[in-house]
Nanobody, 125 residues
């Protein structure tokens, strides 16, 4: 059974940085394209970033382009989200997700079959 565990959330001031990690267990990491999503308080879940299995292609939401970077380390079964220049509007629960076998950085949440529990990111003004 594939499991995803996120870490690295916390409280940061506006303009600061945080790095999130997500470790996949229970399956070959290279089989999975990976994504990060977030759910701000009182709002719907939204796409943040995605990366295909080899790390060669990525996709970002317009709201985070130029500030966030998704990467992966296949030898450690880990996907990362480096978040810079954080804003109060980035406050949300961030979750990673795994999508088996399409070879594309997909932005639709419905494409992902496995989800982590989420980690809280709070950006103070």
């Amino acid at each position: 059974q594939v499991q995803l565990v996120e870490s690295g959330g916390g409280l940061v001031q506006a303009g600061g940085s945080l790095s999130l990690s997500c470790v996949l267990s229970g399956g070959p990491f290279i089989y999975y394209d990976m994504g990060w999503f977030r759910q701000p308080p009182g709002k719907e879940r939204e796409f943040v970033a995605a990366i295909e299995w080899s790390g060669g292609r990525t996709s970002y939401a317009d709201s985070v382009k130029g500030r966030f970077t998704i990467s992966r380390e296949n030898t450690k079964s880990t996907v990362y989200l480096q978040m810079n220049s954080l804003r109060p509007g980035d406050t949300a629960v961030y979750s990673c997700a795994a999508n088996r076998g399409v070879g594309m950085p997909v932005s639709s949440a419905s494409a992902y079959g496995y989800w982590g529990q989420g980690t809280q990111v709070t950006v103070s003004s």
